[in-house]
């Protein structure tokens, strides 16, 4: 019994010391998610107190401190546009780069300024190309919803609020962002302009009911997507792992897709949302 005793003492020692291990770490994590949520809140406070225009140039220079500063992503970078432009020289990608940065400051000043824009403003900032070519797009008669192919390209928050605005709210497949603060204030973000968001942990079965009910969904297909869920295809001649499910759900339910993509005018506040033709999915001999 003693023998006994004394295994059972050392069998639950480790356990102890295993929750006391993990509640530091839980509480630093939470720490951690509140000052971070408190930055970003701070910044796009100040932001949000200039006029738009000083704030795109006071985005511009935060930006570019980060450039400058963020050694491990300008690296990155660097090498991801190897890989796509190899005819360009290295000042040239470095230039690409530089804009880029420059331009997530831009993002971040009218992220700001997102929540006060009127529908008039809005109306003014995001103009498209063929305004009646898009409306008949998304609301011509048809027996199912609308798929809207989009990535992660230019401002794509304005792009979402615009279409909200302008009186087609649409759906969104969202991936939980790591941080539970920040990720609860953009859903409220967007939730203003009347975007619907849909988990993806229960995507399914919302994507089917929002067709079912004529709505415009959006869905990015410009992530890395997880092994078996995607198929390889060429982008910028390499091969990558291509998010399927917007191929997958135009099949089972006959929606059309419309690519539509916003393009920043300069250095402006001014955006320009290009619509291509409409895409009708058809099923070939390739069962992926």
């Known amino acids: 019994m003693a023998v006994l005793a004394e295994r059972l003492a050392s069998a639950e020692t480790p356990r102890r010391r295993r929750r006391q291990a993990v509640r530091p770490r839980r509480r630093w994590s939470a720490v951690a998610e509140r000052l971070e ?14 006029s738009l225009g000083f704030a795109l140039r006071v985005g ?7 450039y400058l500063i963020d050694r491990p992503h300008r690296r990155i970078g660097m090498r991801n546009l190897a890989l ?30 997102l929540p006060r824009l009127s529908a008039e403003r809005l109306r003014e900032m995001v103009t498209f190309e063929d305004e009646q070519w898009w409306a008949e797009a998304v609301s011509w008669e048809r027996s199912t919803g609308v798929l809207i192919l989009s990535g992660h390209f230019g401002n794509w928050e304005l792009l979402v609020h615009a279409h909200g605005m302008r009186g087609y709210p649409v759906h969104m497949v969202h991936r939980a962002i790591a941080n539970p603060l920040v990720d609860r204030w953009l859903h409220d973000l967007r939730a203003r302009a009347g975007t619907r968001a849909i988990r993806k942990s229960r995507a399914a079965r919302a994507v089917l009911q929002a067709l079912r009910e004529h709505g415009l969904l959006v869905l990015p297909i410009d992530q890395n997507s997880t092994r078996g869920l995607g198929v390889f295809v060429d982008f910028f001649g390499c091969p990558a792992s291509t998010n399927a499910g917007m191929a997958r759900i135009a099949l089972r339910t006959d929606a059309p897709v419309v690519p539509a993509f916003i393009v920043r005018q300069g250095r ?7 619509v291509l033709p409409i895409l009708q999915v058809e099923r070939g001999d390739d069962p992926a």
């Open 268 to 274: 402006s506040a001014c955006h320009r949302v290009h």
């Open 84 to 113: 796509a432009f190899p005819e360009r020289t290295v000042r040239e990608r470095r230039r690409i780069l530089r804009g880029s940065f420059l331009n997530l400051g831009r993002m971040a000043a009218e992220l700001a300024h």
């Open 37 to 50: 949520y408190v930055a970003l809140r701070s910044v796009l406070g100040v932001l949000a107190a200039l």
């Open 60 to 66: 511009e220079l935060g930006a570019f401190i980060g």
